[in-house]
């Protein structure tokens, strides 16, 4: 199994460009999420799905949009890219069986927007 | 702002000591976990305990809680150079689903 992946591993985006990043899990995993971290700080919530053909907001949703239509793909959506969102993008995959509650994390995008 | 506070931000040990982090939250939790993250890769789950335990052991890692302090602690023992990385707690509130991360403790394991 390849786990969770993204593409693409690192990118750079003049501001006002837009983007697609991808995240495909392998696992059979109802729920996945996207995160962004920034230097010095732990990871926040962007938007997450519970399943296929569902999206949520989380912690810092702005600028940003998301789409699960098919079960092992989450798609993250920059549709005018700002100096403000260069961060390292993580994807991560959880089951959703009960007790089942830890997260698998893809190795990461590197967005730099200039 | 962030559920999860770590403590400290940073600790450097030798090899074959214990290294200690600490993680204080705020709201109610169904669970507490812990994530390790090496440099310049994504997270990987280390251990998890659930809000009605109140310590968890696997391998070299010891995991407490303390629900009424909302608090947890990581121990690792007989640290290893390979231990350096960053380590970060996450709580998953009683609505489910969702983890909340702290800001980590970048631990070095010097040989």
Redesign the interface.
């Known amino acids: 199994n390849a786990g969770v992946t993204q593409t693409p591993k690192f990118r750079v985006l003049k501001t006002g460009q837009s983007m697609t990043l991808l995240c495909a899990q392998d696992m059979n995993h109802e729920y996945m999420y996207w995160y962004r971290q920034d230097p010095g700080m732990g990871l926040r919530l962007i938007h997450y799905s519970v399943g296929e053909g569902t999206t949520a907001k989380g912690e810092v949703p702005d600028g940003y949009n998301v789409s699960r239509l098919k079960k092992q793909n989450f798609l993250l959506g920059l549709e005018s890219a700002a100096p403000s969102q260069t961060s390292v993008y993580f994807c991560a995959s959880r089951s959703g069986t009960s007790e089942a509650y830890e997260q698998y994390f893809g190795p990461g995008t590197r967005l730099t927007v200039t | 702002s962030?559920q999860?506070e770590e403590d400290p931000q940073a600790l450097s040990i030798q090899e074959g000591e214990n290294a200690t982090m600490n993680c204080s939250y705020k709201t109610s939790i169904?669970?507490l976990?812990w994530?390790r993250q090496n440099s310049?890769?994504?997270?990987?789950?280390l251990i998890?305990i659930r809000s009605n335990e109140r310590e968890k052991h696997s391998g070299r890692l010891r995991v407490t809680l303390d629900t009424s302090k909302k608090s947890s602690s990581l121990l690792i023992t007989a640290s290893r150079a390979a231990d350096t990385a960053s380590y970060?707690c996450a709580t998953?509130e009683t609505s489910g689903?969702?983890?909340?991360?702290?800001?980590?403790t970048q631990l070095t394991v010097n040989p």
């Open positions: 962030q999860g169904n669970n976990q994530y310049g890769r994504g997270l990987v789950h998890l970060f998953e689903s969702r983890l909340t991360f702290g800001e980590g």
